[in-house]
């Protein structure tokens, strides 16, 4: 991997030097492990000037065998206090370098960090990076992809395995505790974000955090839960019955979710703009009803992070590009009476490949459970 964290900096440097920045100063962790391979707790690393990049972080604590190693092009400096700030010995190290402009990721730096910057190197011209690193980022190779998709088979068999136990009695918290044991046994490095289950009037509910109520058969229950393997995360949603079979009301709110949600994966292609394909989920909600219910987004990026560009939704700019693994979520919640969720991971592939790539399999069938 060494080589494509180096192609990676590459990349980053010619950005840098077509905007006039001789180096530039990344502090988000996730794209320093996108571009290192590691990111270190507090670490940050320069891209330039001069023919070596530099990750500088403080001293590893104590047993932490959890960081991993920046490539053998990258040189380490560890700081020795513990007080020591990476960003000001990065800012010395491209006076050092002669370096004269220094490009820095503004949207995630404190304000007190680019002032120290600007003290520590008061001849350096400071520019704002932007979101270059997010960027490049966006688009994933192979190798990504395929930790993405051993993320989706690790979430999916922990769901898979759940929905096979005893659900009725048990409560929201206890579940979702048992879901995120099941992603670690099965040899992820953890939840990729709060593993969310929703029971009854909770069910269907996009930011649900799990309480103490317990299953109750009859009721809807919504579970959204995803695994993070070497560092990539996905995401799937699913909703199903306890315990008897489906009401009417319960069948028929299934039913528009799962077209809303077949509609959106469907319009996934490259080159399509991202917000066709929230208005090709939106627009089946909408015909049944539930206009706003959709909440602002059917769905997003997912990587290193769980939540990345692109976004769908109808303010979306921009279009798909082909190897972006994205979600597709439309759900609708009724207050007091719960509801239906359904998302899944995939990727956007060509016509020509077979159209995207689905990575999350569990069943998207109402099963009572």
């Not at 403080?58 to 990476?86: F, K, M, N, Y």
């Not at 370096?99 to 350096?124: F, K, N």
């Not at 229950?221 to 799937?236: D, K, P, S």
């Amino acid at each position: 991997m060494s080589d494509v964290h180096a192609a990676r900096r590459e990349r980053l440097r010619d950005r840098c030097a077509a905007a006039g920045a001789a180096a530039a100063l990344v502090s988000r962790p996730a794209n320093i492990r996108y571009l290192a391979g590691c990111a270190p707790p507090g670490a940050v690393l320069l891209v330039g000037p001069g023919p070596q990049d530099v990750l500088v972080r403080r001293r590893p604590t104590a047993g932490d065998l959890s960081e991993g190693q920046p490539p053998d092009d990258v040189r380490t400096v560890v700081l020795t206090r513990s007080d020591a700030d990476p960003v000001v010995t990065a800012a010395g190290l491209v006076l050092d370098r002669r370096g004269d402009t220094l490009a820095v990721e503004e949207h995630h730096l404190t304000v007190a960090r680019h002032r120290v910057i600007g003290s520590v190197a008061p001849g350096v011209r400071l520019s704002d990076l932007g979101g270059a690193v997010e960027q490049l980022r966006v688009v994933k190779d192979e190798q990504e992809i395929a930790a993405i998709r051993i993320a989706a088979e690790l979430a999916d068999q922990a769901l898979g395995e759940l929905l096979e136990s005893i659900l009725i009695g048990r409560t929201e918290r206890h579940l979702a505790l048992e879901l995120e044991r099941r992603l670690i046994d099965h040899g992820a490095d953890g939840p990729a974000f709060p593993t969310c289950v929703g029971t009854g009037p909770h069910s269907g509910a996009a930011r649900h955090v799990p309480t103490d109520r317990r299953v109750e058969e009859g009721d809807f229950l919504t579970v959204r839960l995803g695994a993070c393997y070497r560092g990539y995360r996905c995401e799937v949603g699913r909703t199903f019955v306890v315990g008897t079979s489906p009401a009417d009301w319960q069948i028929e709110l299934y039913e528009l979710v799962f077209a809303a949600q077949r509609a959106g994966r469907e319009a996934l292609a490259p080159g399509v703009a991202c917000r066709d394909v929230d208005h090709a989920a939106r627009s089946v909600l909408a015909a049944g009803g539930f206009a706003e219910a959709l909440g602002e987004v059917t769905g997003h990026g997912v990587g290193l992070e769980i939540d990345e560009d692109p976004r769908l939704s109808p303010a979306a700019m921009g279009k798909l590009d082909a190897c972006v693994p994205v979600t597709v979520e439309p759900g609708v919640h009724l207050p007091g009476r719960g509801g239906v969720r359904i998302d899944d991971t995939l990727v956007v592939r060509p016509p020509t490949d077979g159209g995207p790539e689905l990575l999350t399999i569990t069943t998207k069938e109402l099963l009572a459970l």
